[in-house]
Each structure stands twice: as C-alpha cells, then as structure tokens.
C-alpha cells in the first residue's frame, strides 16, 4: 500500500480535549479511527481513549498482516469497545457512564470498509465530488430525513448535538456499517469529529481538499473551521488520507508511506489527541487497561467454550 495521511487533534475553545484519534498500518492493512467524547456526560474523554485504545489494540493483534474479515472486525471490535466503556464505570462505581462518538475506517486490499456510532463523520471525496459520508445519528438528522430541516442548517441547529446513539450508552448502540467500497488512485478519506464539520460546508471541505495534497490540506482546513467557530469553538480532531494505490509509484510521492518493505509481523501506530500535549502513552491508564483485559477475558472465554 502507499498513501500520504495526517492526523490532527485540538483542543479548541473548550477546557480540555475531549477526542481521540489514531491510526495504525500493517504490511496489508489499515486502520483510522476518531472519537468524541461527549461533553454532556461525565468523563467523555475515558470513553473515547477506551473506544480508540480498544480498536487499535485489537488491529495490533489481528492485523498479522491482514483482517481476515475487516467488517467482522469493525463490528466486534467497536461492540467490545462499548462494553469495556461499560466496565469501566462500573468497576469505578461511577455515577453516569461516560461516553463517545466513533468512526473507523479499515483500508485491505485497496478496499475500504467503515463503521461509526454518533455524529463523528466519514467522507470519502473522489473527482471533487463527495462519493459517500456517513449520516448522524442524531435529531437533527432525522429532522433533515422527514424533510422539516435543510442539510445546510444542520450546522447551526439548536439541536444538532443531541445524538441518540453513542458508545457508553445503557444498551447496545446500533453500529452502522459501509458497503465494501474499492477505492481509486486519488481518493481522499476523511474521518472527523463534529468541531471540524460543523463550521465547514461540506464544499468548504471538497475545495480544500482539492486545493493541495492531504498533507497541507488538512492543517489549513484545520485552521478554518477553528476561525469560524471562535470563542465557541469545539474540539476539532481529524485523519485525512490520500489513496495513492497497491502498487509502487514511479517517481514516488514525497512524505508518502509505503508498506512494501514492512515485515509480515510489523505494526506502526500514531496517535493524537491523548493528553494535554496532544499525545501521550497509550498504556498510561491502569484502570483503562483492567477494563479492556476484562472484556479480552470474557471474549476468550466465550470462544473457547463456543459461545461466541
């Protein structure tokens, strides 16, 4: 695989940052994954850290060098992510659980596959054009569906941050799933957290993306929607990916990664978005780590019994 990819996490106007964000490749496989801890409820920021450590986590391990099913693995990964969110709370004896937003995107085989819970969206952007972009579980995207709000109001709606299905939440939150979509040679995919899109139109982020190459695109976009959004401002957390294909360029791309020479065993992982500074270890959290072996445990303990 070859690509150019960014990842960028900020704090905006708000206290703290709140989204995590990371991405980790294989030889054959790729994952990115964006979470928004939802300021309405205690500790957003734990859900999030669980949501984006848990899946990463399991990449880690699985991707030796590729998924053997990449939808099956959004699917069980975010599932057991929800549940060690849950875990967690319970075994801290917290009042309310905490809770994220989600979106992953799986890149194997020069097909890309994504999932999301919440309003954190996808886009994939081809020919200058939006292909596809997931649509938010929330009010006011079912107010847009019935026809009784305009798409381009959705931004500035009063109630465009009540989501209604999220990870943490008291039942299984309803895991939305793409169609195995082939990707192209120039392909861009987007994944974002609600203070990116918010301020944009969605042709504010097509033109940037066209402007220049990922790279430059999207610390300029970054700075936009930071500007619009003003003393306001929401935490902003983003991956852009450029699809640059399976096969080797001839002349290469500049700052591009390729994944030819990695080893069958190999695993590289970047993260943002992780404490104050923007990054921090991923194993620095003892009770986070109790929460995640615990539900590892259990699913072991299913499968080997077969109830899985």
Not at 41 to 59: C, Q, T
Not at 96 to 115: L, Y
Not at 169 to 183: D, F, K, M, W
Not at 205 to 230: C, F, H, S, Y
Request: glycine share 8%.
């Amino acid at each position: 695989m070859r690509f150019l990819i960014h990842q960028e996490s900020r704090q905006g106007s708000r206290k703290s940052n709140q989204d995590r964000i990371a991405y980790s490749y294989s030889r054959e496989s790729l994952i990115m994954a964006v979470a928004d801890g939802m300021g309405g409820h205690l500790h957003g920021e734990i859900a999030a850290h669980i949501a984006v450590k848990f899946l990463i986590e399991a990449f880690q391990s699985q991707a030796r060098p590729r998924l053997e099913d990449p939808l099956r693995f959004l699917l069980d990964s975010i599932t057991n992510a929800h549940l060690a969110i849950l875990g967690y709370a319970e075994g801290r004896n917290m009042p309310e659980t905490p809770r994220t937003t989600f979106v992953a995107c799986v890149i194997q085989g020069g097909v890309a596959f994504w999932a999301h819970v919440g309003d954190s969206r996808l886009y994939l952007i081809r020919d200058g054009q939006v292909h596809a972009v997931t649509k938010d579980h929330s009010r006011v995207q079912q107010l847009v569906d019935i026809g009784r709000v305009r798409e381009e109001a959705v931004a500035n709606h009063p109630d465009r941050n009540k989501v209604y299905n999220c990870l943490g939440q008291s039942h299984l939150p309803r895991i939305e799933t793409s169609r195995r979509t082939p990707l192209r040679r120039g392909d861009t995919i987007l994944l974002c957290t609600d203070g990116l899109w918010g301020p944009l139109s969605t042709r504010t982020i097509v033109e940037a993306v066209l402007k220049d190459e990922v790279l430059k695109a999207m610390p300029a976009m970054m700075n936009t929607a930071e500007a619009r959004a003003g003393s306001d401002g929401d935490n902003l957390s983003a991956i852009g990916l450029a699809w640059l294909g399976e096969e080797a360029l001839d002349p290469e791309v500049p700052r591009s990664i390729s994944t030819k020479t990695m080893q069958m065993s190999d695993v590289a992982t970047q993260t943002a978005g992780f404490g104050k500074d923007g990054a921090a270890d991923f194993l620095s959290d003892d009770e986070i780590e109790r929460a995640i072996r615990e539900i590892r445990g259990a699913i072991s303990d299913a499968g080997t019994s077969g109830k899985l």
